[in-house]
């Protein structure tokens, strides 16, 4: 177990990063609870966005999603990230880990049943109950106490098998859970195994449910020390060549070369080690970064909100004043309806808005129309300047404790 | 220039090597000449197939054709193989080939222009007069006396650019250029520069007309120590990456890492240097087994050539025994002409031929309409007999002189 020793192990967020991440979290929930929540629920948010965030969405950690076909190493890349088994684990040549597990930290090991974890309100799940029984009893929650899980879940994942095997025998529609995880996770991590490389159909349909989460993804040529450097050098070829004919974008996605076991095999080559070594490195990089990432993310996220929540009750509070106080509100609500994309005009005007900022006056109505405009609450000025207090100030000086610069904003903008 | 001395150096064929293939190519002219050519004369093979071959056309040595965006180092590699520079050859970073260049063999140095050397008999490339003055003037053959081209000869070309200055001030059509050549090479290499990878659009229409010709194709990714052996590798990836998606077929190319110089840069990297040598000698050897490979792929379209003109003349004189001696010639010749696949079918039974081996009926009556069957030579069974013989005895044996089997015939097979 000396590998975990030398520093080409995850090296745990010192004490500074675990505080400021704590920090940042809890700031970002206060701000949201005390001055953007407020706004939402006066003014109906939710009948035309979604529902109110609770803590544990924004507490959430960032969840690294491992995909691959049976025995590539995705579980024992997990053993290598903890130092150790997560409760249930399985690792061996033939398929091994049956279901999905999601390796979560707590301080004391156990194991919650998928039932049992998809009804939790504390855990993340709640959204894998539309996939019924049949999924459910092959998911788990595995808890265990790692400095390493502080900063992320990581969900090991059955290895995609091919043919029938895949399609019929699992009594759940494999790609869709896929693409559930993948649409909430922070890091989608591909591993292929050098030692036999052949990317199955089902293995490529599995991938093409990932269109469009592209920039969250990491290849991983595993096992690249059980062959030699020649052959190495082919085997990461032929994987870019077919990858690039089953991804889409042009853009290359970052592949690491790299051999992450516990105990080092007997038989392994050793004149590509530098280079594994420094491909190990960099990832391990990347995913000490990923909580640092996600937090930027998240702010970045909540700003998004905000300024749709604040839009949002502008249109509201405009809508509440044009309502005449006694008579003709039928004739006058169908007035404004129809001319939705006016009265938008007139608000943009008043508050020297952005057309781009409204929503689709069409999509806008059809919520529209299930409300009566006369119960709208009128436009109340301290709940607005809480919200233009939270997106100048407070929002960006908790942007403003990532001294390294903030990727997602600049990107945004 | 030590590099040419060490053992990573193309090594010309051994004079046992040299032997071989000049009694191989003598034995195939001989027996073409004598036995298959008399066959092809006397029943018209010409006007349904192709003209008789001539000695050069036997003679003519495996082409290699060079093919990269400018300044990838092929007029380089080229030095490196022959260990000097050929007549009128230039290097340097700007785009420099101005023209394309066949380096051939010759006791002494000359350059022949383009126009001289598309009407000169002697040299493979009067296919190239339909191209016009344009081109004409834009290629040329530079011979100098040397080993390595006593076994192949070189095609260099100009740089493909990007944009305009590639597709309109050329003043003929590049694409249909590297077609031509590119049908009649015995092996394609495509240099990519590790230094600078982009892949021009040019560049990838280059690579389409290639369709059809891939298994000749090598891909050098040179210059591969310009760059850290991490930074190669996402070099390396990104080339498979985008080939991947211009080419289409599923069969990975044969990707070559290497640096092909005759003084090495002085801020080149180390850190692959053992690799890059492995890859070099197994290009080297790829291109010092172009000759025998080329020797046999010659064996077998002779055999493909006389088995097509063999059935050609048992046609030929299947229809020239059922015309009658004497009266309604011209009708008898209408009814076979409209009858023809019943006349094949009765040809297939009485020489026991597999149907396969048989014309499109529709195009040989189109070929057939211009001649007077009356005229053609009755069948002799002598020429036929020869031509068996051929089949049967001389050719086997001269591919019997490879004792290490033959991939060509197994293929066809
Ligand atoms: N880097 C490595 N080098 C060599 N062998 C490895 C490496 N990683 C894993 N293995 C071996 O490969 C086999 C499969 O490992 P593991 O069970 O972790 O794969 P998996 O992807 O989780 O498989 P499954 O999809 O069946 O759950 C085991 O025998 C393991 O010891
Ligand atoms: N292996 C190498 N390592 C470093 N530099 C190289 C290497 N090969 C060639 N060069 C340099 O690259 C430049 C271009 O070389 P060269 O003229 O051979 O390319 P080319 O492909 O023939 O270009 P063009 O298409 O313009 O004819 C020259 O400066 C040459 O010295
Ligand atoms: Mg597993
Ligand atoms: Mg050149």
């Known amino acids: ?59 959430a950690k960032p969840i690294v999603l ?22 249930g684990e399985h690792i061996g040549v033939e398929p091994t880990t049956d279901r999905f597990v999601a390796v979560m930290h707590n301080s004391e090991e156990r194991v919650i049943p998928g039932n049992a974890a998809a009804v939790n309100a504390e855990l993340p799940f709640r ?68 030692h036999k490389l052949d990317i199955s159909n089902e293995f490529k349909l599995a991938i093409n449910s990932l269109r469009g989460q592209e920039e969250k993804i990491r290849v991983i040529l595993n096992k690249s020390d059980m062959v030699s450097q020649q052959q190495l050098m082919r085997v990461y070829g032929a994987m870019m060549w077919s990858l690039g004919k089953v991804v889409q974008t042009p853009e290359v996605m970052r592949v690491y070369l790299g051999s992450f076991w516990t105990e080092k095999p007997p038989n392994c080559f ?25 937090a930027i993310r998240k702010i970045n996220e909540i700003v998004k909100r905000a300024r749709l929540a604040r839009v949002h009750a502008l249109i509201i509070g405009h809508l509440k004043k044009e309502m005449p106080s006694m008579f003709g509100k039928n004739k006058k609500q169908e007035k404004l309806l129809a001319n939705l994309d006016k009265e938008f005009v007139k608000i943009q005007h008043k508050h ?5 900022d409204f929503p689709n006056p069409e999509r806008f109505r059809q919520n529209l129309s299930l409300y009566n405009m006369d119960k709208f609450k009128p ?29 997602m904003l600049d990107e945004q903008q």
């Open 379 to 407: 436009l109340k000025e301290d709940i607005i300047a809480r919200v233009d207090e939270a997106l100048s100030v407070d929002l960006p000086r908790l942007m403003s404790e990532f001294p390294q610069g903030n990727p």
């Open 127 to 194: 959204g894998l109950n539309k996939f019924g029984q049949a999924f459910l009893s092959r998911f788990q929650v595995s808890q265990t106490n790692s400095p390493v899980l502080e900063n992320m879940t990581i969900i090991d994942t059955p290895g995609i098998l091919a043919g029938d095997k895949q399609r019929t025998e699992r009594g759940y529609d494999f790609t869709q859970i896929i693409e559930w995880f993948s649409n909430r996770a922070d890091l989608i991590i591909l591993l292929f195994d050098s």
């Open 66 to 87: 491992l995909i691959g076909q049976y025995s590539t190493g995705k579980t024992t890349f997990i053993r290598y990230l903890l130092d150790k088994a997560y409760p």
């Open 270 to 294: 050793e004149d590509c080690r530098e280079l594994l070594e420094a491909e190990q490195n960099d990832l391990l990089k990347d995913l000490r970064e990923l909580r640092r990432n996600a």
């Open 1 to 59: 177990m000396s590998v975990f020793k030398n520093n080409s192990r995850p090296q745990t967020p010192t004490v500074r990063d675990g505080d400021q991440y704590a920090r940042v979290i809890n700031g970002l929930k206060h701000i949201y609870n005390s001055k953007i929540k407020p706004l939402e629920t006066t003014y109906n948010f939710e009948g035309f966005h979604s529902s109110p965030l609770t803590n544990s969405d924004i507490e």
């Open 352 to 356: 020297h808005l952005p057309a781009g």
